[in-house]
């Protein structure tokens, strides 16, 4: 099992430059969400799914929009890229339901915006 | 905002030490998780401790939980240099979807 991949590692945008960022698991997970981390912040959720074809808004959602078209994936999108969006992005999922679980971080994605 | 405050922010120990980690936090809670992670790397899940917990153990690993105070503790016993990484932690509050809210972490150096 790959566990949580994600699609690109590192990206450099300019401002104003869109991109799409991909988040693939392989466990069978019906939550999934998406983290910026940045230094001396901790991470912060940006969005999440709690199953395929529903998402919702985390801590800071602006600037952001995300699709969960299928459940294995989970896709994060930069409409307008600006430079307070240069962070480290992760995508984790994890079983949900009743019972709390711990979720399953990926690699993560380096953007910067200039 | 961070829900936690980890305390300290850095600690730098001699291998085969002990190193203890605080955690702090505002609001109720489902549980409280623990998560490392090396540099450049994603995070992995250490340890799950639930509200009703008071205490939980996991290889050299201990975490005690203390809802009145609203704090929790990870203490890793018999370090190695391996166990070099930050380590956060991640409450989940009674409000649903299993959503954590991270605390800055703690940047732990263990000398060989």
């Known amino acids: 099992n790959a566990g949580v991949t994600q699609t690109p590692k590192f990206r450099v945008l300019k401002t104003g430059q869109s991109m799409t960022l991909l988040c693939a698991q392989d466990m069978n997970h019906e939550y999934m969400y998406w983290y910026r981390q940045d230094p001396g912040m901790g991470l912060r959720l940006i969005h999440y799914?709690?199953?395929?074809?529903?998402?919702a808004k985390g801590e800071v959602p602006d600037g952001y929009n995300v699709s969960r078209l299928k459940k294995q994936n989970f896709l994060l999108g930069l409409e307008s890229a600006a430079p307070s969006q240069t962070s480290v992005y992760f995508c984790?999922?994890?079983?949900?339901?009743?019972?709390?679980?711990?979720?399953?971080f990926g690699p993560g994605t380096r953007l910067t915006v200039t | 905002s961070q829900q936690g405050e980890e305390d300290p922010q850095a600690l730098s120990i001699q291998e085969g030490e002990n190193a203890t980690m605080n955690c702090s936090y505002k609001t109720s809670i489902n549980n409280l998780q623990w998560y490392r992670q090396n540099s450049g790397r994603g995070l992995v899940h250490l340890i799950l401790?639930?509200?009703?917990?008071r205490e939980k153990h996991s290889g050299r690993l201990r975490v005690t939980l203390d809802t009145s105070k609203k704090s929790s503790s990870l203490l890793i016993t018999a370090s190695r240099a391996a166990d070099t990484a930050s380590y956060f932690c991640?409450?989940?509050?009674?409000?649903?979807?299993?959503?954590?809210?991270f605390g800055t972490g703690t940047r732990l150096t263990v000398i060989p």
């Open positions: 401790i639930r509200s009703n917990e």
């Open positions: 991640a409450t989940e509050r009674l409000t649903g979807a299993n959503n954590l809210f």
């Open positions: 984790a999922s994890s079983y949900g339901g009743i019972l709390s679980y711990e979720q399953y």
């Open positions: 799914s709690v199953g395929e074809g529903t998402t």
